[in-house]
C-alpha cells in the first residue's frame, strides 16, 4: 500500500462521479451521486467539495499521498482560471469558478477540463483507446460529449476551451433545439435528454399505441426506462434508439471522412443501450463513407465505463502535477 | 539565375495546372491546360506527361537544376505507389499508376499525393495560410477538395490514402447524387458540378423565369457562365450561391466545433464567386456554432488562387527531394 494518488471528477449533467486514482490507472475508491444542478451553482459546488474531501481522507486512510485533483465537467472550460465559460446542460455553472474551492478544501493543485475530453484521456491510458493513435470519442450521457484524440494525445484545438464537441455538431439543419441553443446537433439524437424529449413527443402525438405513454404516468421517464421499454420489443421506443444510431453514424461518416482516421469509443450511460443503436449506427456509416471501406470502421465500447472520465480526469491531475506516471 | 527548382502539378477533374517552383516558392513558369479525361486515362497520363517535360525543358533553359516533381491529383492516392485508389471527379484514373511515367520521362523522383491537400501545403507555405498553426482548407471546383492543416502541417490522419476529404461530409442527409456514390455531400452544393446540376434542374421545373435557361442553348454551362448569370442579378443563378454558402457554412461550422479551431481557408476556381456566397456562408457559420463566437471565426481567399496546389504539389517534392526549402 501507499504511494501518490489523485482525484479524478466527472461533472456531467445529472451525475458526479469521483475516483482515487493510483499512478497505473487503478481505481482505489469511486463514488458517485446525484448533482441536482437545479438547487442551484453553489449547492453543486459544496457537492464537489464534499466529494472530493472524502476521497482525500480515504487517501490519507489507506495511506496514499494526495498529489492533485483534476475536474472533467461538461461544457466550455477556462482551463487557466479553473472555471465554466458555457455549458449547455449545466447552465448554473456559467461564470463560476470550480477548480479555487476544491484547491482551498483540499491544499493541492487542481486542475480543469472538459468530461468528455477526461473520458478520452482515461480510455487511451487505461482503456478502449490504449494502442490507438487516432480516435474519436462520444459520450452518450444526459447530453453528448465528444473529444479527439490525434497522435495519441488529446487533441486541443487553438486552445479556445472547447475542442472535439462532436454533440454540437449539426446532423439535421433545422431539426430539434439542442441545450446548446442551435437546431439539430446530434445531441438532440444521442443523449438522455433526447431520448426523454422524444418520448414526450410521441406520446404527446398521440398516434401509436406505445408503452412510452406508461412511463410518464407516475414521473418523467429516464434512459434507463426508455431503453427498458424498448427491450420489451416497443416499437415507438426502439424507434429513438434507431435514430441515436442513424445521428451517431452520420456524425462519425462525416469525422472519419474529414479526419482520415477510422476508429471511435463510445462510452456514458447511454452506451449502456448498445445493442440497441450499434447496427442502425453501423449501417449509416457505411452508407455514409465513400472514401474508408466500411470494413476498416472500428466502433468500439468504452472499456473503463463510468470511471472512464474520472480515470481520465486524474491522469490530468498527475501530469499537472508533474508526476511519473505508468503507462 | 539557377539553383534548383521542383515542378508541382494539380491534376484536377477539369484542368491540369503545372508549375515551376523555385524553394521560395517563387512561381518561374505556371502552365494550365484543359484535362479532356473523357478521352481516357493513357490519354490523360500523356498530357500529364508532356506538361512535365516542358517545364523540365523550361527548367534547363533558365539555368536551374530540377530535383523532383510533386503531383497533387483530385481523390484518393497511394502515395506509396504513386497511383490512384479512387476518384469520385477522375474515375477514369482508377487504378492507374500516375507517377512512374512522370519519373520515367524526367529522370527525377516523383512524389503523389491529393490535389486539395497540395493546396493546403502551398497557402501554408506562401500564402493565406502563412503562420496560422490549424484550419481547414476547401478547394471549390470541379469537385469539392479539402484538407487539414493542424499544428502547422498537413494532417494525414492514419495514413489511408485520404484526409481532409470534406467536400465528402454529408451536409443533407439523403440529398442529391455525389459523384462518389453518396447523397448530400458538401460537393454537391459547393462545385462547379453541383452548380450546372442545380441549373439543369431549375431549368428543367422551368416555375421560374430566369436567364439560366438560355445558358443551355449553346452547350452546357458552367461555373463562369453560371456565375456571370448571377452576377447579373438573375435570382435563380443567385440562388445556387446562396446554398453554396449555405452548404460551406454548415460543413466548417461543424469543423470548427469538432476541432476547437477557427480559421479556414478557401480556393479553386469557384472560390472566384466568392461575393456571391460569402454572406449567406458566414451566416451560416455563425447561426451553427454554439461554442465558438461567431466574431472570431476566419475564413480567408486563397492567397496563391490557382498556383496554390501546384506551389504546394512543388513543396512536397522538394521536401521528398530533402531539398532545404527556404520558409
Not at 255 to 284: C, K, N, Q
Given at each position: 500500500?501507499?504511494g ?20 497505473s ?15 442551484g ?15 482525500s ?6 495511506g ?10 461538461a461544457?466550455k ?7 465554466v465559460?458555457?455549458?449547455?446542460n ?11 474551492p ?33 480516435w474519436?470519442?462520444a ?37 430539434s433545439?439542442c ?53 420489451k420489443g ?5 424507434g ?12 462519425l ?9 477510422r ?10 443501450a ?13 452508407e455514409n ?39
Amino acid at each position: 500500500m501507499g504511494g501518490d494518488a489523485c482525484i479524478g471528477v466527472d461533472l456531467g449533467g445529472s451525475y458526479l462521479k469521483a475516483a482515487l486514482v493510483d499512478p497505473s490507472g487503478k481505481v482505489l475508491e469511486f463514488r458517485k451521486t446525484a448533482l441536482q444542478i437545479r438547487r442551484g451553482a453553489p449547492f453543486a459546488i459544496q457537492t464537489l467539495v464534499a466529494e472530493c474531501r472524502t476521497l482525500s481522507e480515504s487517501a490519507a486512510r489507506l495511506g496514499f499521498r494526495l498529489r492533485a485533483a483534476g475536474l472533467g465537467i461538461a461544457g466550455k472550460i477556462d482551463s487557466a482560471s479553473g472555471s465554466v465559460i458555457f455549458s449547455p446542460n449545466l447552465p448554473q455553472l456559467d461564470g463560476h469558478a470550480v477548480a479555487a474551492p476544491v484547491e482551498a478544501a483540499l491544499g493541492v493543485p487542481v486542475v480543469t477540463g472538459n468530461d468528455a475530453d477526461a473520458f478520452g484521456i482515461g480510455e487511451g491510458w487505461a482503456g478502449a483507446g490504449k494502442g490507438i493513435e487516432n480516435w474519436v470519442g462520444a459520450t452518450l450521457g444526459t447530453g453528448t460529449g465528444g473529444c479527439l484524440m490525434l497522435g495519441g494525445r488529446l487533441w486541443r484545438g487553438d486552445g479556445l476551451g472547447f475542442s472535439g464537441e462532436i454533440g454540437h455538431m449539426i446532423v439535421q439543419p433545422g431539426g430539434s433545439s439542442c441545450a446548446c441553443g442551435m437546431r439539430g446537433c446530434l445531441e438532440t439524437f444521442a443523449s438522455e435528454s433526447a431520448l426523454v424529449r422524444g418520448a414526450r413527443e410521441i406520446v404527446a402525438e398521440g398516434k401509436t399505441q406505445t408503452a412510452l405513454a406508461g412511463l410518464f404516468e407516475a414521473k418523467t421517464p429516464n434512459a434507463r426506462s426508455i431503453f427498458e421499454c424498448a427491450s420489451k420489443g416497443d416499437p415507438a421506443a426502439r424507434g429513438l434508439f434507431d435514430r441515436m444510431g442513424w445521428a451517431l453514424g452520420l456524425a462519425l461518416a462525416n469525422l472519419f471522412t474529414a479526419l482520415g482516421i477510422r476508429h471511435a469509443i463510445l462510452g456514458g450511460g447511454v452506451s449502456g443501450a448498445w445493442d440497441l443503436f450499434i447496427g442502425p449506427l453501423r449501417e449509416t456509416l457505411s452508407e455514409n463513407m465513400s472514401m474508408l471501406p466500411a470494413a476498416q470502421a472500428v466502433v468500439l465500447k468504452s472499456a473503463l465505463g463510468e470511471s472512464a472520465a474520472p480515470v481520465g480526469a486524474a491522469r490530468m491531475a498527475f501530469l499537472w502535477a508533474g508526476e511519473a506516471v505508468r503507462r
